[in-house]
């Protein structure tokens, strides 16, 4: 049985054709991984499992890993290394189907394998990722994308959008949600009772006082003010080299990224295999690879599982947080 002491823990295999139930597979196929949690297993049947994997899932014969089959239909003439609407359409599904575990209390976390944003599209879903596909699907009225690895923990205030669109994007609320969302989760998750926090300006050197734009003088700026008003250690706005390499020599607990790539591109220059996605707001743990499908390597027996293991340990860690501070219910 099922030990009611440990984090239940849904792993989601992302799109079949993809490197999700390779990574999936070896992740679980580690003893000391399996340990740490009971986990259900949302994806294909066992043998689709295999087949796309390129390995057994041996450990299914233990009580501590489920799988819970959400149909196999179109993936029989699937082949590895190609977005598909039949893929898509079945990412989607194993995500859903662990929203309505979660929403039945009967797992403490998600932990997602990566999707295709093509194959979704293709399969007719307007979510250009899996943060806005979980926001909707639990009706989370905010969130906020996160990552933690090496030396930082790195907060978006804009996500999947064009950069000329992530620009029109950026605001003071929104600035000021990633502030105190990011600041929460740190206090909560990672123990820190007061973070500090950097917010990375916008434009070269921060705008250089408005000679390269005005956005940090007339956004960015205000909205740290009002976020120190609401009782986050904020400061900035701060050039994002400056920010990075500053939280690098432990003077920042969070960075605040003005947009996707201005995040994303330290944190997997210093910490690709270890780094962690972790979705802040929802009603649920839940915890991602840092990369993608990987179609290029997807059913060749490559893919480097660390990024997964380790979005199956902070899962872990981040629900037996949570237990401590409900006082062990």
Same mark, same amino acid.
């Given at each position: 049985?099922?030990?009611?002491?440990?984090?239940?823990?849904?792993?989601?295999?992302?799109?079949?054709?993809?490197? @999700?139930?390779?990574?999936?597979?070896?992740?679980?196929?580690?003893?000391?991984?399996? =340990? $740490?949690?009971?986990? %259900?297993?949302?994806?294909?049947?066992?043998?689709?499992?295999?087949?796309?994997?390129?390995?057994?899932?041996?450990?299914?014969? &233990?009580?501590?890993? %489920?799988?819970?089959?959400?149909?196999?239909?179109?993936?029989?003439?699937?082949a590895?290394?190609?977005?598909?609407?039949? @893929?898509?359409?079945?990412?989607?599904?194993?995500?859903? *189907?662990?929203? &309505?575990?979660?929403?039945?209390?009967?797992?403490?976390? +998600?932990? %997602?394998g990566?999707?295709?944003?093509?194959?979704?599209r $293709?399969?007719?879903?307007p979510?250009?990722?899996?943060?806005e $596909? $979980?926001?909707?699907?639990?009706?989370?009225?905010?969130?906020?994308?996160?990552?933690?690895?090496?030396?930082? =923990?790195?907060?978006?205030?804009?996500?999947?959008?064009?950069?000329?669109?992530?620009?029109?994007?950026?605001?003071? &609320?929104?600035?000021?949600?990633?502030?105190?969302?990011?600041?929460?989760?740190?206090?909560?998750?990672?123990?820190?009772?007061?973070?500090?926090?950097?917010?990375?300006?916008?434009n070269?050197?921060?705008? &250089?006082?408005?000679?390269?734009?005005?956005?940090?003088?007339?956004?960015?700026?205000?909205?740290?003010?009002?976020? =120190?008003?609401a009782?986050?250690c904020?400061?900035?706005?701060?050039?994002?080299?400056?920010?990075?390499?500053?939280?690098?020599?432990?003077?920042?607990?969070?960075?605040? *990224?003005?947009?996707?790539?201005q995040?994303?591109?330290?944190?997997k220059?210093?910490?690709?295999?270890?780094?962690?996605? +972790? %979705?802040?707001?929802?009603?649920?743990?839940?915890?991602?690879?840092?990369?993608?499908?990987?179609?290029? +390597?997807?059913?060749?027996?490559?893919?480097?599982?660390?990024?997964?293991?380790?979005?199956?340990?902070?899962?872990?860690?981040?629900?037996?947080?949570?237990?401590?501070?409900?006082?062990?219910?």
């Amino acid at each position: 049985m099922p030990n009611a002491s440990r984090p239940r823990i849904a792993v989601t295999l992302g799109d079949p054709a993809g490197i @999700g139930p390779e990574v999936s597979l070896k992740a679980l196929a580690d003893a000391d991984v399996r =340990r $740490l949690a009971d986990f %259900t297993v949302f994806g294909p049947p066992a043998a689709a499992w295999a087949r796309l994997a390129g390995a057994e899932p041996s450990f299914l014969g &233990e009580a501590s890993v %489920t799988l819970v089959d959400c149909g196999g239909a179109g993936l029989d003439a699937l082949a590895p290394g190609c977005a598909s609407r039949e @893929g898509g359409a079945a990412s989607v599904r194993y995500v859903l *189907a662990a929203v &309505e575990a979660a929403k039945a209390s009967r797992i403490d976390a +998600i932990v %997602t394998g990566p999707i295709s944003k093509e194959a979704v599209r $293709l399969a007719g879903h307007p979510w250009p990722g899996h943060t806005e $596909l $979980l926001a909707e699907a639990f009706g989370a009225p905010e969130v906020a994308m996160m990552f933690a690895g090496g030396p930082f =923990r790195v907060i978006l205030v804009t996500i999947h959008v064009a950069l000329v669109e992530a620009i029109r994007s950026i605001t003071a &609320e929104a600035i000021v949600k990633a502030c105190r969302l990011g600041s929460d989760a740190v206090r909560r998750w990672f123990g820190v009772a007061v973070p500090r926090v950097g917010v990375c300006g916008l434009n070269p050197h921060a705008g &250089e006082a408005g000679r390269f734009g005005h956005e940090e003088r007339e956004i960015i700026g205000p909205a740290i003010e009002e976020a =120190r008003a609401a009782g986050v250690c904020a400061a900035g706005p701060l050039p994002p080299d400056t920010a990075f390499r500053q939280a690098m020599e432990g003077r920042f607990d969070l960075v605040v *990224a003005m947009y996707h790539d201005q995040g994303l591109i330290p944190i997997k220059t210093v910490a690709f295999a270890e780094s962690v996605n +972790i %979705t802040v707001g929802l009603p649920v743990v839940r915890t991602s690879v840092d990369h993608g499908t990987a179609f290029d +390597i997807a059913g060749r027996g490559r893919a480097d599982a660390s990024s997964m293991k380790a979005a199956i340990r902070m899962a872990a860690g981040m629900v037996a947080s949570d237990r401590e501070a409900a006082g062990g219910a």
